[in-house]
């Protein structure tokens, strides 16, 4: 090598800090491929991702491999810039060759092709997989046994080399995920996915119509006022009880309506026989298992009790459907809005309004935990029943009683304590 032109030794210089810089950014393109994106393409059968999925089976011999070549051409390339630097500076041109090498190794066989390979990692790992493949089937027996040395290391010191990493996806992640996909997944469709993942998080008394506001029939009521619910009725599904509500003992379908019509009025007999079984689940039931168990009885209507057996509300399909896609039916009696904006930035709320509908709303974050509506919300922290209007703080929010009827609170006027 002492004999050899000038001319030649800077040309293997330059090839082996080319080849530095193609394992270098091997090994960042390998390490820095999507793993559910290669997933993906290799269903499709997309040849690059095919070929650096059976590198990445054994990501310890793919990272082996690439340093043992890595390793390797840098030694050479640092023995022959030794030698050019000598045969130019003498004796001291062994710091300069170590510095400038150093220079030249940082710049363009490390920092810059691991930036690019950061940056685009298909487009490295992909085509670095044609010479990666062929080369670890050549240095086998070497990366086998440079592997063996210290996989047995990292045995000793508690890990698992081939097994170590956890590909799987938890429910928090899985969300993070779709928020940040951005404009890969349109806005509505990232709104749908993460309701979806919320549904393990809800309850059946969270989306459930309460007791105070469900509209029945009571067989105990005269048959013009049994008439007059029947024809006024916006619902798909009445129940129908006997003196209360906790004594509900049948559904009553819209569909069925004209069968229980007499020449003369109500039919009391082919109203209970057109009657279908009422259908009980806990108020604690998590929505996901609640959709399940609708689609399995086909079934797409409950009545919600507590641990006593006393009734708490009614919930529908349709209810857990708009949890995921948002309201998509309106009733021609819809009532009024629950929440008013206001000109000094506070808002009118109605005391029936739900917590978990403020919250979506107003993107607050009112505590969740515990009373399902404004109204007990607030009187749980009050802790007693207030007899005219009362203030109170709950966290960040500044809330005014204004209206109380009995010992519930019908209007509220709510905004940020900092407001």
């Known amino acids: 090598m002492n004999e050899a032109p000038l001319g030649l030794l800077f040309s293997i210089l330059a090839a082996l800090i080319v080849l530095s810089g193609f394992f270098s950014s091997s090994e960042t393109g390998m390490m820095s491929l999507n793993r559910y994106r290669l997933k993906h393409l290799q269903k499709n059968q997309h040849r690059g991702a095919l070929r650096a999925a059976s590198l990445l089976e054994r990501p310890d011999r793919l990272i082996g491999l690439i340093l043992i070549g890595?390793?390797?051409?840098?030694?050479?390339?640092?023995s022959i810039a030794t030698v050019i630097a000598i045969r130019l500076w003498g004796d001291a041109g062994v710091v300069i060759a170590s510095?400038?090498?150093?220079l030249v190794l940082l710049v363009f066989a490390e920092i810059t092709p691991k930036t690019i390979a950061a940056l685009h990692p298909e487009k490295i790992a992909f085509p670095a997989s044609l010479i990666l493949k062929p080369?670890?089937?050549?240095?086998?027996?070497v990366v086998v046994l440079v592997n063996s040395v210290t996989n047995g290391l990292l045995h000793l010191l508690g890990f698992d080399p081939v097994n170590g990493k956890d590909e799987h996806v938890s429910s928090d992640e899985l969300r993070t995920i779709v928020t940040e996909a951005g404009r890969l997944i349109?806005?509505?469709?990232?709104?749908?996915?993460?309701?979806?993942?919320?549904l393990e998080e809800v309850t059946v008394d969270d989306i459930m119509v309460p007791r105070n506001e469900v509209s029945g029939i009571d067989l105990n009521d005269a048959d013009a006022d049994i008439l007059e619910c029947i024809q006024s009725s916006t619902h798909t599904r009445l129940p129908v009880w006997r003196d209360d509500i906790n004594n509900i003992v049948g559904i009553l379908h819209m569909r069925s309506a004209s069968r229980v019509l007499a020449a003369d009025g109500l039919d009391r007999e082919a109203l209970e026989r057109e009657m279908e079984k009422p259908y009980f689940v806990p108020e604690s039931t998590p929505l996901h298992t609640q959709l399940m168990n609708f689609q399995q009885r086909k079934n797409p209507f409950a009545v919600v009790v507590d641990e006593y057996g006393e009734v708490m509300g009614l919930a529908a399909l349709e209810d857990i459907l708009e949890e995921i896609v948002g309201e998509f039916t309106s009733n021609v009696t819809e009532s009024e809005e629950n929440i008013y904006?206001?000109?000094d930035g506070s808002y009118i709320i109605a005391?029936?309004?739900?917590?978990?509908?403020i919250n979506k709303h107003l993107d607050w974050e009112l505590p969740t935990d515990g009373p399902k509506t404004l109204s007990g919300l607030i009187l749980e922290y009050l802790e007693s029943f207030p007899d005219a209007s009362a203030g109170l703080t709950i966290d960040r929010y500044r809330l005014e009683i204004l209206e109380l009827e009995g010992n519930v609170v019908k209007a509220v006027r709510a905004k940020l304590a900092s407001a």
Do not use: K, S
């Not at 890595?70 to 640092?78: E, H």
């Not at 510095?99 to 150093?102: N, P």
């Not at 005391?351 to 509908?357: H, P, Y």
């Open 135 to 141: 080369l670890m089937w050549a240095l086998y027996p």
């Open 70 to 78: 890595n390793n390797l051409v840098n030694i050479l390339a640092a």
């Open 351 to 357: 005391g029936t309004a739900t917590v978990r509908d």
């Open 186 to 198: 349109p806005a509505r469709h990232r709104g749908m996915l993460l309701n979806i993942l919320d």
């Open 341 to 343: 904006a206001q000109r």
């Open 99 to 102: 510095i400038l090498l150093t």
